[in-house]
């Protein structure tokens, strides 16, 4: 189609026509309601009516938490009865990171930043005025069974926490903070990184880094990436939490890509992690299992090439310990056993834009939440409204065959959070926008 913008009208102008040529592109089709799934149990209504939720149970089951974005709203919910205990205001505004409810292994205790909020000043420098910004917001914590708060983790002067990493038995906190600024730390963040004690209350520095703290189970140690743009190396680090010294640390050359590490992707007995190290797009990406005392690798798997390296988002280990599932975000996951360290499954997975995972807890069953990809560089597939979208699915795979075809949940209308097993495998939870849905997992494969 071309189009003719011309000013005849406006004489004076002596404005040239101007002529456009324009694609025609088909109306958007809104996607065909589909069924709720009839395992689905009951929506649970978030106070924040819009905005995504992230869901956790408690190690002993018996609690539910929603945390929402970007509310600061935190519920706490009975998993028995459905209802809601407490609900926990812990101020409105953006985060560091949408999930920032963090727990103590056990669950009783619930860590998270504050929104970190600046002010401005102005100081006077050596004669001459200049405005300084000041940052606040500390570590708060609560006692999930009750919702009575303890004493916060303050920051540094003007400085304000960012991240937060809980050990597994709530002893330590690894917080990055963000430190005050002004014309002379222009283009530099001064960030510094912190391990407390959460029993004696003291801390220790780290480094002038924000650091994502992945702990071993048994809270001895954490490791973390630090990826340095400037040389194309990502370093791979250990830390022993009684010294708060580097133990062991290995660097890895990217050429293009970076290091990834979650804390699902350490192995139970803490002995081992799966690191994915990504390349440039096209190159091929390895999984490396990797010791966690030395940080030298165990075993290094070369995938294929269509599981592009640029997409690795590190994996899942079985709660045994024995296998772990190597994650994509865009291509196939794959199983690999931890003994042999060979691939003895592919887990098929359909095209999908977002995604959550979970692992149940008796390790039979690896569940995905996903939504169908939407094109978004069609003009009228952007700001489409939730009802518009595709409902979010919820594909199971049972482990012990994963060549079977995975049992697939519809959702309501809504986006994905994150998705959680209840520990007695009876129950799957996925966070939406301002609801969580539960689904029933008590008769499969039983």
Not at 177 to 200: F, M
Not at 349 to 366: F, I, M, N
Request: glycine share 10%.
């Amino acid at each position: 189609m071309t189009a003719v913008l011309r000013f005849d009208a406006w004489k004076e102008g002596k404005i040239r026509p101007t002529t456009f040529k324009l694609a025609l592109l088909p109306p958007f089709v809104r996607p065909v309601r589909q069924a709720v799934s009839p395992l689905h149990l009951a929506t649970l209504k978030h106070a924040q009516d819009e905005g995504v939720v992230f869901v956790r149970y408690t190690a002993d089951g018996k609690h539910l938490i929603a945390s929402g974005y970007d509310s600061g709203i935190v519920e706490v919910y009975d998993s028995a009865t459905r209802k809601r205990l407490h609900r926990l205001e812990t101020g409105k505004g953006g985060r560091h990171n949408a999930d920032y409810a963090k727990f103590s292994g056990d669950g009783r205790t619930l860590f998270l930043t504050e929104e970190n909020k600046r002010k401005t000043a102005t100081v006077v420098r050596e004669g001459k005025k200049i405005t300084r910004f000041v940052h606040f917001g500390g570590v708060r914590h609560w006692d999930v069974a009750t919702g009575k708060e303890g004493e916060p983790f303050a920051p540094e002067r003007d400085a304000g926490a960012l991240t937060c990493a809980v050990s597994p038995d709530g002893k330590w906190l690894v917080v990055g903070e963000i430190g005050p600024q002004d014309e002379s730390t222009r283009g530099i963040v001064p960030y510094q990184s912190y391990l407390w004690n959460t029993q004696t209350r003291t801390k220790r520095p780290l480094g002038d880094f924000l650091i994502h703290a992945a702990f071993l189970p048994d809270s001895s140690a954490f490791l973390f990436v630090r990826s340095d743009p400037a040389t194309g190396e990502a370093t791979l680090f250990r830390v022993d939490v009684d010294t708060a010294r580097v133990t062991a640390k290995r660097a890895c050359p990217l050429q293009g890509g970076d290091l990834y590490l979650s804390p699902e992707a350490i192995a139970p007995d803490g002995k081992i992690a799966l690191v994915g190290v990504g390349r440039k797009r096209g190159a091929r990406m390895t999984a490396n299992l990797v010791d966690t005392q030395t940080l030298k690798d165990v075993h290094v798997l070369e995938l294929s090439r269509d599981m592009d390296g640029t997409h690795i988002s590190s994996g899942d280990f079985l709660p045994s310990g024995t296998a772990v599932v190597v994650k994509s975000r865009l291509a196939d996951c794959l199983l690999i056993d931890r003994t042999t360290r060979r691939e003895t499954g592919r887990l098929v997975l359909p095209k999908r834009e977002q995604q959550a995972t979970a692992v149940s807890a008796d390790g039979r069953w690896w569940a995905m939440a996903w939504l169908p990809p939407m094109d978004e560089d069609l003009p009228q597939a952007r700001g489409v409204e939730l009802k518009d979208r595709p409902q979010p699915r919820i594909s199971v795979y049972d482990l012990r065959d994963p060549k079977a075809k995975p049992v697939t949940l519809m959702a309501p209308e809504g986006v994905i959070g994150n998705l959680a097993f209840s520990p007695d495998g009876k129950q799957l939870a996925l966070g939406g926008w301002g609801e969580v849905h539960l689904f029933d997992w008590s008769k499969q494969g039983r």
